[in-house]
C-alpha cells in the first residue's frame, strides 16, 4: 500500500528557491526500492530529476546538480526536495515516485521502471 502526496510547489521568480514535499507510506516497508522526484512541462517528456534508493544512494539529472537536493525528512515519512537557483526552464509538473521492480540496466532516472505516483505539484518559475 504505497501512497504518495506532493505539496510545496507555487510560483517563484527566476532565482529563488521552493522546497517540495512527499509525504510516502508503505515505500519503505520493501526491502529494496526507489524514489524520486519526475517532472513533466507542457509538450514535453516526463524526466527524471532526482532519485534515491534504499541504500540512501542518490542521483540526480545534470541540469539540476549542484541546485537541488534530495532527502528524507522526519526519518522516512517525507521525500523533500530542496530546489535553489531556480530557473525557468524548471517550470513543470513535479510528480513524487516510488519503484521496488528495476529491470536489470534501467538507470535510476528512467522514468518507466516506476510503478506508484503521486498526483503532482506545480512549480511555475518567472523569468
Known amino acids: 500500500q504505497v501512497q504518495l502526496v506532493e505539496s510545496g510547489g507555487g510560483s517563484v521568480q527566476a532565482g529563488g528557491s521552493l522546497r517540495l514535499s512527499c509525504a510516502a507510506s508503505?515505500?519503505?516497508?520493501?526491502?529494496?526500492?526507489?524514489m524520486g522526484w519526475f517532472r513533466q512541462a507542457p509538450g514535453k517528456e516526463r524526466e527524471g530529476v532526482a532519485v534515491i534508493d534504499s541504500y540512501g544512494s542518490i542521483e540526480y539529472a545534470d541540469s539540476v546538480k549542484g541546485r537541488f537536493t534530495i532527502s528524507w525528512d522526519h526519518g522516512k515519512e517525507t521525500l523533500s526536495l530542496q530546489m535553489n537557483t531556480l530557473e525557468p526552464e524548471d517550470s513543470a509538473m513535479y510528480y513524487c515516485a516510488a519503484d521496488w521492480g528495476r529491470p536489470v540496466g534501467w538507470g535510476l532516472l528512467d522514468v518507466r521502471a516506476y510503478q506508484s505516483w503521486g498526483q503532482g505539484t506545480q512549480v511555475t518559475v518567472s523569468s
Open positions: 508503505g515505500v519503505t516497508y520493501i526491502s529494496r526500492y526507489c
